[in-house]
């Protein structure tokens, strides 16, 4: 079946500039994830939702970060005033529920490069 | 918060060999430890992951082990291959029933032909 999809999947902007990153989970996953991955460095969690509960935002690095998931399944990641240390490839996952044993299956990623 | 240790960095290893990839963590409570496998240009895949009422777990060639009284755990791959050239990544759970990853910074594994 088909997987977890992002789009775009390179983005280059200018800084200054608001950019939406978008997701595609596994239909039917309920749980939606959003990793930033720097060159050389592991994947930092940003935010992640779980059906209909509040997201948890504690991984967002400043108040310029947001996501949305509408209707429990596409989700937006919006980086307003992007500055050149948001360069980056923006990975999205997903998994069936909640829990920590619940494989996570990632998306290609999007790699933003901010000018 | 977790916080995840990973060593080392990068590894070479003869085919054939074995490599070995370590991982610490802070936090007591977490409780699920997945292993994350993500070649060149690709997505990170699950290769394998272990419990914390588990002390080791193997598939094929992978095996984890976990020592919780130290808090860490470890990746073994056997008679590796060139195929298995690729960046690791270990990763922990903050608490029971959160499912947001705190993962290491990655151990980019070369296996030389």
Do not use: M
């Amino acid at each position: 079946g088909a997987g977890v999809s992002q789009s775009p999947s390179n983005k280059v902007t200018e800084k200054g500039k608001d950019v939406e990153l978008r997701c595609d989970p596994i239909s039917g996953h309920t749980a939606l994830y959003w990793y930033r991955q720097s060159l050389g460095q592991g994947l930092e969690f940003l935010i992640y939702f779980q059906g209909n509960s509040a997201p948890d935002k504690s991984g967002l690095p400043s108040d310029r970060f947001s996501a949305e998931r509408t209707g429990g399944s596409v989700s937006t990641l919006t980086i307003q005033r992007t500055q050149q240390e948001d360069s980056a490839v923006y990975l999205c996952a997903s998994s069936l529920v909640a829990g920590g044993y619940n494989e996570q299956f990632f998306g290609p990623g999007t790699r933003l490069t901010v000018l | 918060g977790e916080n995840v240790e990973q060593h080392p960095s990068t590894l070479s290893v003869q085919e054939g060999d074995s490599a070995v990839i370590k991982c610490t963590y802070s936090d007591s409570a977490s409780n699920y430890f997945p292993w994350y496998k993500q070649e060149l240009g690709k997505r990170p895949q699950l290769i394998i992951d272990i419990r914390s009422n588990v002390g080791e777990k193997k598939d094929q060639r992978i095996a984890v082990t976990l020592n919780k009284t130290a808090k860490h755990f470890s990746l073994h791959i056997t008679e590796t291959q060139p195929e298995d050239s690729a960046v690791y990544f270990c990763a922990a759970t903050s608490r029971v029933g959160a499912n947001n990853l705190f993962f290491g910074t990655g151990t980019r594994l070369t296996v030389i032909p």
